[in-house]
């Protein structure tokens, strides 16, 4: 590869603007000069190799620079990036440059060998390891302070001096992929691929997990309709409808694991080694060894991590889960409060009083919520991840403990008041915190409320669309990120659904048709119940064991990789040797 | 290494016999002939290449045959079974003949390179994939067809030609073993490394596990002495040991998995791809190409064998369970019987007669267990496991609920009756199911019978020497056999701390003691000891996904070999890319 560099020129004709850089206003200019400059500047003198032009708005402000790249460029940045691509014969393979024309669909006049969004995120992972070498500020801006090693774009949007950068949208592609998406009324799948062309990865898999997911649940709403129509209330009806119910959700959360590992083999992010990565921009640490791929880049020992994790924010979690729930109980208290005098003076007054505790919470929680994210946010930075995957997953982890208590913790006393839902619904990952609290609903109290399935159905079939809509006609376009599967809310998913065993059983338990069964003793009755939850358990446990995560044929193309680069390993170490005997 | 099988004599001055091969008396002259040929003909005409002396007994009968092999076609097989040795450079890397030189103690007159338990591995290797080509029969025996790549001795053994293969012992070797190992009185850990060099991982790892379950096992016996001496039987107490008991017994079995790794790493074997080596000899199928090494050699559609799986062999062992339970219910009927019979007539026949229930019980548990073992073996060879690990897996599993029911099932209705766990301590893998009993006892009635542990102390440390100076005195020397862990041991033994909590929480809710801190309400009790319960299973199940199954360096090593072999393929690709643009 380090040949193909020098004959690599940062000229070329036809520039296609990729990605926008927005300075902030009145940024100075020894300041862009340098940026730009290490936009363009060769591989080997510590730049990025990109293109850059400004773009002149109207006021003559000349802040905002687009960003592309040769297709040379962008080739040698798949590389970089270990983008696996399908090759020839049929096999995916990490994609070089060398070995270009070994894969399908590969000419070097095919600009689209490369997806957009994969153009993009090249630009993305260029920039944000344009790290400094000597400089020990930012020219101009002596307060901002750089270190070798130290990501140039983070410590620029961190002094304010980069206000963003995001990605172009293509008015072409767009239309198309609207109008295939969303755009005629149709029966049948979204198209996945497409989305993933244009949106990447990370987004593709979100479509196609609420797709599945809805799907998935269509069983349980077709079963719920007629115990809600006839009402039926024996004991083993519900019964039978809980255990369908808690059976049926670990099914969809095993099959969902091998329907993702087939998609993102086809994708090349199943075989795609993100931990070989560089790390992070976020991720600081001294300049060392990695020592896995023996490149050099910060360190940071994970001994100190765990520290931080463990000693620093699980006890910070959880404080604010224990203050969570003191605060619940305040407001339990209050509306007790509310109620007494409402019943001791009926007026207009008391009656309007009765709304001010449940006001005052609501506010309250949007308020916690809000300052919990921020600190969630900090607590997991500072935790210092290497990986952007192992940083979501820490966040994710997080704000999900968190909101799931807000949320069903309320619930189990004040059941289905739905205020909540509805309130803590916003932040970055709202999409699968929804889907995640909407199968909360379903599962957890599936047996009182049967319809919970019929109405995540319908609400979930408007929901692709209005998403999809969102996603093309009002958010900005977000950067790809190459994924693999749907990372900490599979856990998530999986935890609610053993949690919603315990909970189906106590309410079976609890439910007065099934107490009449048990005239003469309630202790039978618990160990009955009991006995059944723990069967239960086992069951789950056992078909979660049993169902392999991925497909046979998926195995065996994942072994036949391990395979060939054992071998391949093998081949060149006896080469290796070979060559030291002739010295 | 197409090459070096050219320059291969098969001659070699020196011969050391390694294995020995009895034949059945009265085999045919052109029998013993044509496999003799099989065993010293050259890989390229199928042949295993190695080297072959009768042994002339005082009889004049030339049953036994001595093998052995050249230093040359050791060193060949260790390739072949893809041996992983340690290199100069402190690295564990895959042995090739052609790198030999790269690795420590490599010299060519090093004869002891390579263990001797590796030899004759290699050896026993050799043989068993000895594939019959073009003959429809064993010479001299019509009635013993074969196919292509049907394994030669595997049909000898099955039809009685072949008595035994079996590994010479090493006097010398053994006697310097014997004196590090038990020979000497001495208070230190056992020589796991020469254990290992003797016979193999297999048994290495069970001597390792056996010490280190000892060891583990101390700080429940410290705790549990006070318990009984000064008879304490508080509430408080008891639930304080049963915690720290189950808390503890998923701490050892999570640190034994980080052990294991680091033992076999540094043996080499937590980097043997098992899984790409040949099939075992006992697995059958029509020759075909194996689609993740690409060699030629049976295969066998899974499908059919997850039906065999689950749609035969699983029935079969609930029907067994369930007449086994049906059974042991006739067993406390007929007691009952025999203790009503004596108190109406008391006289010696009758005090006589009380003790036929547990013979007649005994004898007919000891034939079911025999019938049942027989049983599970042949359908387990029929499931037709490619693995021999994965067919060691399913049919210790099979054995294993059988027997836990047998032994423990009774248990929960006799208490503390020994006779069961004596009488089930026979057959193929006793070693561990004496362990995994033992663990039973002190962990599912820990709180019950708190010296439990001690005598598991007491007995382990003498079965350790017991079993020392077993493999060294008494039992035929096995055949090494390379593993990475104690298999589905390591889930037996899980599964029943998983277990061992329910008891826990069932026996401390039943003490009277506890019963008297609720006088009241029964409900409360029994709903105290759910909730306590569900929370110990959380916290459980949270320490065993939150500790690493491998130590960081273990980890680090093995993300730096992925990474260096997809490296190597990426090169080797690009080599090919290369060479076919030349052409």
């Known amino acids: 590869m380090a040949e193909s560099w020098s004959f690599l020129d940062t000229f070329e004709p036809n520039f296609r603007p990729l990605v926008v850089i927005e300075l902030a206003k009145g940024t100075k200019e020894e300041t862009i000069e340098w940026f730009t400059k290490r936009i363009v500047d060769k591989k080997a003198n510590g730049g990025a190799q990109l293109l850059v032009k400004p773009l002149v708005t ?230 060392g060894i990695n020592p896995i791929t023996g490149r050099e880049e910060p360190v940071y020992s994970s001994i100190k991590r765990q520290i931080r994790i463990y000693l620093v924010s699980l006890p910070f979690v959880c404080l604010c889960l224990y203050f969570s729930l003191y605060v619940m109980m305040i407001y339990f208290d209050l509306e007790q409060w509310a109620l007494d005098y409402h019943e001791e003076n009926e007026s207009n007054f008391s009656s309007l009083m009765l709304f001010v505790p449940s006001i005052i919470y609501a506010v309250v929680i949007e308020i916690m919520n809000r300052i919990y994210r921020y600190a969630a946010e900090f607590l997991t930075s500072w935790e210092n991840h290497r990986l952007e995957s192992s940083y979501q997953n820490h966040l994710i982890l997080k704000v999900l403990v968190f909101n799931f208590l807000n949320c069903f913790a309320s619930l189990f006393y004040i059941a289905f008041v739905l205020f909540d839902m509805k309130l803590l619904r916003q932040g970055t990952f709202d999409d699968y915190l929804e889907l995640f609290l909407q199968f909360g609903y379903v599962s957890l109290f599936s047996c009182v409320y049967p319809l919970a399935a019929v109405f995540a159905v319908l609400n979930n079939i408007t929901e692709i669309y209005s998403d999809a809509l969102k996603m093309c006609r009002v958010y900005k376009r977000p950067f790809a990120e190459p994924t693999a599967s749907i990372g900490v809310w599979q856990l998530a998913f999986e935890t609610m659904s053993v949690i919603s065993v315990v909970t189906n059983c106590i309410l079976i338990g609890m439910s007065p048709q099934v107490n009449a069964l048990f005239p003469d003793s309630k202790m039978d009755l618990i160990l009955t119940v009991a006995l059944v939850e723990h069967l239960l358990l086992a069951i789950k446990f056992i078909m979660a064991f049993v169902i392999p995560d991925k497909p046979r044929d998926i195995q065996i193309k994942l072994a036949k990789l391990e395979f060939e680069s054992l071998e391949a390993l093998k081949q060149q170490q006896m080469k290796l040797a070979a060559e030291s005997l002739k010295e």
Chains 1, 2 share one sequence.
């Open 58 to 287: 109207e006021n003559g402000d000349e802040t905002i620079y687009l960003v592309g790249a040769s297709h040379l460029r962008l080739l040698l940045g798949a590389e970089t990036v270990g983008l696996v691509k399908e090759c020839n014969d049929n096999s995916m393979r990490t994609f070089t440059y060398s070995s270009r024309k070994t894969f399908k669909d590969f000419a070097d006049d095919n600009h689209n060998f490369l997806t957009m969004a994969e153009c993009q995120y090249i630009i993305k992972h260029e920039l944000e390891n344009l790290r400094a070498k000597d400089e020990k500020i930012i020219p101009g801006y002596p307060q901002a302070k750089l270190y070798p090693g130290k990501s140039i774009v983070r410590r620029l949007l961190t002094s304010g001096i980069l206000v963003q950068i995001f990605p172009l949208h293509d008015r072409e592609e767009l239309k198309k992929l609207r109008h295939s998406w969303y755009g005629r009324v149709k029966v049948g799948y979204q198209p996945l691929d497409e989305i993933r062309c244009y949106f990447g990865e990370t987004i593709a898999l979100y479509f196609g997990f609420l797709e599945y997911f809805t799907f998935a649940l269509i069983p349980m709403a077709v079963i719920g309709i007629p115990y809600y129509v006839f009402a039926w209330e024996d004991y083993d009806k519900y019964v039978m409808f809980a255990t369908f119910n808690l059976l049926w959700s670990t099914v969809i959360l095993e099959v969902w694991k091998r329907i993702c590992a087939i998609v993102t083999y086809r994708w090349g992010t199943l075989l795609m080694k993100r931990q070989f990565e560089e790390p992070r921009p976020g991720f600081h640490g001294v300049l």
